[in-house]
């Protein structure tokens, strides 16, 4: 689960990171106030959506200026003025597709003087199973483009879980950042605080860039990207307040009401398929039949009758989606309830795209018999590349 800026410099302070003061509105009206508190002579007006370069983003109105997602005002008319065409419009940056994402929210922060600038993260590095730091003297950056040209800038290093985060790890993490003397001795600590703060609060990602140099010789956290482990989310109640529905697929938040897991994609055919495994297999001959699949789609292992309903509904809610194929594998999953399921959904919600199913395993046989006696017009598949192919011509044709 992802938050925005605003909500992961809460998280930051919360866990005892140096974070600037700031404030999150929701309408321009909000604006003049939130400056005022803040109070000058520079102020920092940011755009929060779920993407990343905001700065180097552009706006899809004109009237929302030629500025990026973020923007330096000198006064609080200047807050004001950004607020009026920030909230509302569309940002779109090398992250959010061409229609771009609309703000509706801002988070409008205390400038900050800035001396250096550095990146920093913190991974689940999924090769050695500890947690990884991530730290480069090129922060402000993007990162995967310093990794490309110059390699030798990005230091990575993993905490062993049995010691936690040693003295030796704060020495290589000074080092990594070019830091000495009290600089150092801040980066110590900042990141044994960090790593606590992310085992406590389960997460999956935190990235810091810029972490900066303050005029002051103060190690300051100038941005804040916080992913959580959503399979740990019970034990955070605070965190999953946190979610903004508004940044995710609405098609996403309703397979998540019946545990489906459900992912969109940009292609024309739709999938349901039971099992992690399958599915990736089932979009990847799709693909090589020369279509593309329009989501990620599993069922499970346990899914209902009720579930495959609303999977259903899900796929034939998708403008984009001109074909749909479902490739069920019956263990525990029974391919009498599958189709039973999809019976029931077509008569519903009426079918006007064409419909592959192939099934095969637990009472197969009984599947194919409530398919072929339910008077629908749907394509039966002897196996997947028989189903993807004729998916793939059914649609192109």
């Known amino acids: 689960m992802n938050i925005h800026e605003y909500q992961g410099k809460a998280v930051l302070k919360e866990i005892g990171a140096p974070v600037s003061k700031g404030i999150a509105i929701f309408d321009a009206s909000e604006a003049k106030a939130a400056a005022e508190e803040l109070g000058g002579p520079l102020w920092v007006v940011k755009s929060q959506i779920h993407a990343g370069g905001r700065g180097k983003g552009k706006f899809v109105e004109e009237s929302a200026g030629e500025a990026g997602g973020v923007r330096l005002a000198w006064s609080v008319d200047e807050v004001v003025e950004n607020a009026k065409q920030m909230l509302g419009a569309h940002l779109v940056t090398a992250q959010t597709g061409e229609g771009g994402k609309q703000v509706n929210r801002l988070y ?76 150092a001795k801040q980066a110590r600590n900042l990141g044994k605080t ?132 479902i490739n069920i594998f019956g263990g525990i999953m029974k391919c009498d309830v599958i189709a039973q399921g999809t019976v029931d959904a077509v008569k519903e919600v009426g079918l006007k795209v064409p419909l592959v199913v192939r099934l095969e395993g637990t009472n197969v046989e009984q599947g194919k018999e409530i398919i072929n006696n339910s008077g629908l017009n749907v394509i039966a598949a002897d196996d997947l590349d028989d189903a993807a192919q004729k998916i793939v011509a059914a649609v192109k044709g």
């Not at 290093?157 to 000074?174: C, E, K, Q, W």
């Not at 965190?239 to 019946?258: C, R, W």
């Open 108 to 183: 409008i922060e205390h400038g900050s003087d800035i001396e250096k600038e550095f990146y920093l993260s913190i991974i689940i590095n999924r090769e050695t199973s500890r947690v990884s730091f991530i730290a480069s003297t090129e922060g402000g950056m993007d990162i995967e483009e310093v990794a490309h040209d110059t390699p030798e800038k990005v230091i990575n290093f993993d905490v062993d879980p049995a010691t936690g985060f040693m003295p030796h790890h704060g020495r290589t993490l000074a080092k990594a950042l070019g830091l000495s003397g009290d600089l």
């Open 194 to 325: 960090l790593y606590e703060g992310f085992l406590a609060k389960d997460m999956s990602m935190l990235e810091i860039n810029p972490l900066i140099v303050t005029e002051d010789q103060r190690l300051h956290c100038l941005d804040a990207k916080i992913s959580f482990d959503g399979n740990a989310l019970f034990r955070h109640p605070d965190v999953l307040e946190m979610k903004d529905e508004t940044e995710s697929d609405s098609k996403e938040i309703e397979a998540q009401k019946y545990d489906l897991s459900y992912v969109a994609l940009d292609g024309n055919i739709g999938c349901m398929v039971n099992g992690a495994g399958l599915a990736m297999s089932t979009m990847d001959i799709i693909k090589l039949y020369g279509a593309e699949p329009a989501n990620f789609l599993d069922v499970g292992g346990g899914a209902s009758k009720e579930n495959i309903v609303a999977a259903f509904k899900i796929l034939t809610s998708d403008d984009a989606v001109e074909g749909i194929l």
